[in-house]
């Protein structure tokens, strides 16, 4: 292997959600503090990944391309122009798909790391990284991230870091200018909703209803006078709708570019939320969770490091999503996704009793 003083250009390779990206963060940190002096760049495919990154100032540069939807030749002579500049690139965990691994490879790197998976593995193409570490399904994203960096000559550490997310000045500004725009105050309770999830493999299924979110922010408002900021993607506009129009539109639709949502986000009391992206970023900004969970699990994705609650049931089938490309499914012919439909609104009301009481302080409820 590369010894430390070999090892002068990395690149990370981090093509799923934002959430994933952000769960990387502290390896990212790890790197950095074993390489000093080297160049660690970033392959992304979203604008909210690379506006997180863009105030990390452990990354240097930060290549987007959105290799879902831009024509496949453009997108081979743009991975080639990459070709031989890097040491290292690293395949952020998950990526379990084939295409990400052909990409890894094409970039070629003389050390390509990355993970060989529990389920689909070989339909992965997971061979073509050469410096691999076997998943463990019962460690955390960051865990399998730090495990991964482990490949190579970092330095120890006496604990993993939490995630790194930083709101600039500006950020802030553009989340108080909205906020005055709406005539919300200084000092108002704000809580943050994110009722949507992931679209992708029938993801759309680990959503708790629209109308017990509704429930949730007619009850904040009436117990605390709670300001409810409605968070979400465009994609996400009309099931804010909803839930504000079950809220007698009292609630507040949030869409602004990433970083202002980050820095509106950093204002609220607490942040309440499916397993999302969102999640990881409320964690990241150091913001009390209370998530609700379903078919995930739970001991890959809570909240790192943060104050949270987690409402789930533990059926006698869970958890039954893993990282593959398979589609969520229910093994249930009748009352199917029992795991979150069941999940009724007095038992995310006294979760987010229980925190309030005991003053945000981390409470894991299941």
Same mark, same amino acid.
């Given at each position: 292997?590369? @010894?430390?003083? &070999? +090892?002068?250009? +990395? ?20 790197? =950095? ?13 979203? &604008? @909210? ?7 990390? &100032? ?23 122009? #990459?070709?031989? =500049? ?25 050390? =390509? ?25 019962? #460690?955390?994203?960051? +865990? ?28 802030? &500004? ?71 129009? @079950? ?19 950093? =204002? ?8 999302? @992206? ?25 909240? /790192? ?26 093994? /249930? ?34």
């Amino acid at each position: 292997m590369a @010894g430390i003083q &070999k +090892i002068k250009n +990395i690149l990370i390779v981090s093509f799923s959600g934002i959430g994933d990206a952000v769960m990387f963060t502290p390896a990212l940190h790890l790197l =950095r503090t074993s390489f000093p002096e080297a160049r660690i760049d970033l392959l992304c495919m979203f &604008k @909210g990944v690379e506006e997180i990154y863009q105030r990390n &100032k452990e990354i240097q540069t930060i290549y987007r391309r959105d290799f879902l939807h831009a024509p496949i030749l453009s997108s081979l002579r743009f991975i080639l122009s #990459l070709r031989k =500049r890097y040491d290292v690139s690293i395949s952020v965990y998950p990526a379990n798909r084939w295409e990400y691994n052909i990409i890894n490879f094409l970039i070629g790197a003389k050390l =390509r790391l990355g993970h060989e998976y529990n389920h689909y593995n070989f339909a992965s193409l997971y061979f073509l990284n050469n410096k691999r570490v076997k998943e463990n399904d019962s #460690l955390h994203n960051v +865990i399998e991230n730090v495990e991964l960096v482990k490949l190579l000559p970092v330095a120890p550490a006496e604990e993993v870091s939490p995630l790194n997310i930083q709101c600039t000045q500006e950020d802030r &500004k553009s989340a108080q200018e909205w906020l005055q725009q709406k005539g919300i105050s200084e000092n108002s309770f704000l809580v943050g909703f994110h009722a949507g999830s992931a679209e992708f493999k029938n993801q759309l299924r680990r959503r708790w209803a629209p109308e017990k979110y509704s429930s949730i922010g007619l009850w904040l408002k009436e117990q605390h006078n709670a300001s409810i900021l409605l968070f979400g993607g465009t994609d996400e506009l009309a099931l804010n709708q909803k839930i504000n129009a @079950g809220m007698n539109n009292s609630g507040h639709i949030v869409q602004t570019s990433f970083m202002t949502t980050a820095a509106l986000m950093e =204002r609220c009391t607490f942040f309440l939320c499916n397993d999302t @992206g969102l999640m990881h970023v409320a964690a990241g900004l150091q913001v009390p969770v209370v998530t609700i969970f379903a078919f995930t699990n739970p001991a890959y994705v809570y909240p /790192w490091k943060s104050r949270y609650t987690m409402v789930r049931h533990e059926l006698e089938c869970s958890p039954c999503f893993y990282y593959s490309p398979r589609h969520a499914n229910c093994r /249930w012919k009748e009352d199917r996704f029992r795991c979150i439909t069941h999940i009724e609104v007095d038992e995310v009301k006294a979760a987010i009793e229980k925190m309030l009481k005991e003053g945000m302080g981390l409470v894991r409820s299941s």
